[in-house]
């Protein structure tokens, strides 16, 4: 009888052990800077997705522009998600023009596109490029197990679709979900950097 205690509590210990485990990877720090500038003529659809924690908590940004005309447009913005400590910052400056639309009456079958993924931080972004009539990119992308840096720069007459997903792993949020469709005249400027480590396996935007 004297050894029942002592089996409760190694029982209790070993209940309790993967409940630890879960609740310190779904805690873990997310952190995400984004700068974008661009300048746009023609129709476009685009929304960012912003978030600290899962369900009522934390903070929360919904960020989008559709229609078409003429955009002049700057970004910023910083998340930091997953722990105690959840902060989201937000600044857009922009001057929209409305203006109607007509597409060019060729069509193009020339096609570019990329998509970067780094399994460690959780993070992935893709660039599309399709019914191209005019295309100058500068892309950049830096990726470790530490960190994801991510740099386009485009100049496109084109239907161009960007999108992005930053999500540590499958007990958090997504900290930042962005998908983008511009058809017309694009300038634009956008990096994305986050860090820390994550066991997600995200697909391509």
């Not at 490029?129 to 007459?157: C, E, H, P, W």
């Amino acid at each position: 009888m004297r050894w029942l205690p002592i089996l409760v509590l190694v029982l209790s210990f070993a209940l309790m052990a993967p409940g630890l485990a879960a609740t310190t990877v779904g805690t873990a720090t997310q952190n995400l800077t984004e700068h974008s500038w661009m300048y746009f003529q023609g129709y476009m659809d685009d929304t960012r997705i912003y978030q600290t924690e899962p369900g009522y908590a934390g903070q929360k940004l919904v960020s989008g522009t559709r229609g078409s005309g003429t955009v002049s447009r700057t970004q910023f913005a910083q998340v930091y998600g997953g722990s105690d400590y959840d902060e989201l910052s937000f600044n857009e400056w922009g001057v929209f023009d409305y203006r109607p639309y007509t597409p060019p009456p060729t069509q193009s079958d020339l096609k570019n596109a990329l998509c970067a993924k780094n399994y460690e931080v959780g993070s992935v972004i893709s660039e599309s490029y399709s019914n191209i009539q005019q295309l100058v990119k500068d892309t950049n992308i830096y990726q470790d197990d530490q960190v994801s840096v991510y740099q386009i720069g485009s100049i496109a007459r084109a239907t161009t679709k960007i999108g992005s997903r930053v999500q540590k792993n499958f007990n958090t949020v997504p900290a930042y979900t962005m998908g983008g469709t511009y058809v017309g005249d694009l300038n634009i400027r956008m990096q994305i950097e986050t860090g820390n480590s994550s066991i997600l396996t995200l697909p391509c935007p």
